[in-house]
């Protein structure tokens, strides 16, 4: 089965659980909160969160006024997503049903991590296309060099593809893709996360 279904497959089956155990975990992320509130106060129009997952990435970023669409691979992710923003469709990030330059603001929180390395430069192309001059995307990552396959995720057996990029791999892409980079940090994680350091890009479309 192609990458992207297997993607969409697991995170149908995880949807449910994916919901209860990550809605609230903002409250315990301080950077994030401060990254996801930047981006919103900056937004200018609508903001596309990518790999939306359940939608409460998106939601806070809704709180501030803005409109938020979802895009997610996964059917019962997309629809969970809707429930908390202002619309959801089901799309790989490759491939935005969004016209050229329609989008003020991106987020992309934990999602380009599901794709195969090499198809890093045509997500960030992608994603250049559809925002307007001056647009920013906000990019959340894990750090590492891996690329691993997930047999079980939230007490479900899956069948999921998991890659870790380095900071330096991450803003290569970017600038290959037409961004100039504003900040590229890592923080080590919180105590409720897994071990791998955590990866931020904010980007201006060039
Ligand atoms: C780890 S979850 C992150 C969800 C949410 N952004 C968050 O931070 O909790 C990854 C999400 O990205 C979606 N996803 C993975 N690969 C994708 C792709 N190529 N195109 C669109 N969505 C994708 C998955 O279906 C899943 O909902």
């Not at 200018?44 to 803005?66: E, K, N, Q, T």
């Not at 603001?105 to 307007?132: C, G, K, T």
Request: glycine share 8%; hydrophobic share 45%; charged share 25%.
């Amino acid at each position: 089965m192609a990458w992207d279904r297997r993607t969409a497959r697991t995170y149908d089956t995880v949807a449910a659980d994916y919901d209860e155990q990550f809605r609230d975990e903002l409250d315990s992320k301080p950077r994030d909160c401060e990254l996801l509130d930047g981006l919103a106060v900056r937004a200018s129009g609508v903001v596309l969160d990518i790999g939306s997952g359940p939608g409460h990435i998106g939601a806070r970023i809704r709180a501030h006024g803005r409109p938020v669409l979802a895009v997610d691979v996964s059917l019962a992710m997309a629809a969970a997503a809707a429930r908390r923003l202002d619309a959801a469709v089901v799309a790989e990030m490759a491939h935005l049903p969004v016209g050229a330059e329609a989008i003020s603001d991106i987020v992309a929180f934990y999602s380009i991590v599901h794709l195969p390395r090499p198809r890093l430069a045509d997500a960030l192309r992608e994603f250049a296309r559809v925002l307007e001059p001056g647009g920013h995307a906000l990019l959340s990552a894990h750090e590492g060099t891996e690329d691993v396959t997930v047999v079980e995720f939230l007490g479900h057996q899956v069948d999921l593809s998991a890659t870790f990029f380095s900071l330096d791999e991450l803003v290569a892409a970017a600038l290959g893709a037409g961004f100039t980079v504003a900040s590229a940090e890592r923080r080590a994680p919180y105590g409720n996360e897994g071990p791998n350091n955590r990866l931020y890009l904010e980007l201006e479309k060039r």
